[in-house]
T-cell receptor, first 116, second 110 residues
Framework: EPEVTQTPSHQVTQMGQEVILRCVPISNHLYFYWYRQILGQKVEFLVSFYNNEISEKSEIFDDQFSVERPDGSNFTLKIRSTKLEDSAMYFC??????????????FGSGTRLTVV | QQQVKQSPQSLIVQKGGISIINCAYENTAFDYFPWYQQFPGKGPALLIAIRPDVSEKKEGRFTISFNKSAKQFSLHIMDSQPGDSATYFCAASRDDKIIFGKGTRLHILP
C-alpha cells in the first residue's frame, strides 16, 4: 500500500534554530498538508498546498513557517526560528482529490520535533 | 464555529462489547465527517467517513450514526477487540481542511 514518508522521525533542535521537516507524498497525489499534534492533544491543521501554492493556512502558520515542493516529489515544512512551543509531532499528509469528494488523507508517521 | 467536540476523553470496554464515541459540531458548512484511528507512534489513519446526506454508514464492525439536525455524529465499534485499542479522532471537513476532535483513548480489556 502506498505510504507518505516523513524524515527524520525525530529531530532535536535548539531554540532559535531553523528546521526543515521533509515529506515524500504518495506519487499521484495532488494535495498536500501539514498538521501538528502537541503531545496528548488533538491534531491541528497548519497548511494545505495545491498546484504549487498554499491554498489555506491556519492562524498557527505564521511568518515563521513556510512550505515548499522543491523538486516535484518532496514537500517540506520550514520553521525559521524555532520556539519551545513548536515542540510537537508534525504530520505530513496527501490526498488524490479534495477531501470533500469523500476521500480521506493519507498521513505519514510523523516527525517528532523537540525544541530545547 | 470551527470546533468539533468529542467525548469521552477515554473509554474502557470489555472484549466483545460495544464502544461508542460521540462528537458534535457547530459549522453547518462541513460536508465530510471522517473518523481516524491512531496507534502510538503512528499517524492518524482513516477508518470510516460519512457525508451529511446519509444517516448511517456501516463498514464491518464500525458504524457511523449521523444526526444532521442535532449536528451530532457517533462511532460505534461492535464486538470490540483488544486490537481496537487506540486513540480515535472524529473530524469534520470542508474543502481541504480537516478539523479534528480532541480524541478518545479507547482501551479494550481482554
Amino acid at each position: 500500500e502506498p505510504e507518505v514518508t516523513q524524515t527524520p522521525s525525530h529531530q532535536v533542535t535548539q531554540m532559535g534554530q531553523e528546521v526543515i521537516l521533509r515529506c515524500v507524498p504518495i506519487s499521484n497525489h495532488l494535495y498536500f498538508y501539514w498538521y501538528r499534534q502537541i503531545l496528548g492533544q488533538k491534531v491541528e491543521f497548519l497548511v494545505s498546498f495545491y498546484n504549487n501554492e498554499i491554498s489555506e493556512k491556519s492562524e498557527i502558520f505564521d511568518d515563521q513557517f513556510s512550505v515548499e515542493r522543491p523538486d516535484g516529489s518532496n514537500f517540506t515544512l520550514k520553521i525559521r526560528s524555532t520556539k519551545l512551543e513548536d515542540s510537537a509531532m508534525y504530520f505530513c499528509a496527501s490526498s488524490e482529490v479534495r477531501t470533500s469528494l469523500g476521500y480521506g488523507y493519507t498521513f505519514g508517521s510523523g516527525t517528532r520535533l523537540t525544541v530545547v | 464555529q470551527q470546533q468539533v467536540k468529542q467525548s469521552p476523553q477515554s473509554l474502557i470496554v470489555q472484549k466483545g462489547g460495544i464502544s461508542i464515541i460521540n462528537c458534535a459540531y457547530e459549522n453547518t458548512a462541513f460536508d465530510y465527517f471522517p473518523w481516524y484511528q491512531q496507534f502510538p507512534g503512528k499517524g492518524p489513519a482513516l477508518l470510516i467517513a460519512i457525508r451529511p446526506d446519509v444517516s448511517e454508514k456501516k463498514e464491518g464492525r464500525f458504524t457511523i450514526s449521523f444526526n444532521k439536525s442535532a449536528k451530532q455524529f457517533s462511532l460505534h465499534i461492535m464486538d470490540s477487540q483488544p486490537g481496537d485499542s487506540a486513540t480515535y479522532f472524529c473530524a469534520a471537513s470542508r474543502d481541504d481542511k480537516i478539523i479534528f476532535g480532541k480524541g478518545t483513548r479507547l482501551h479494550i480489556l481482554p
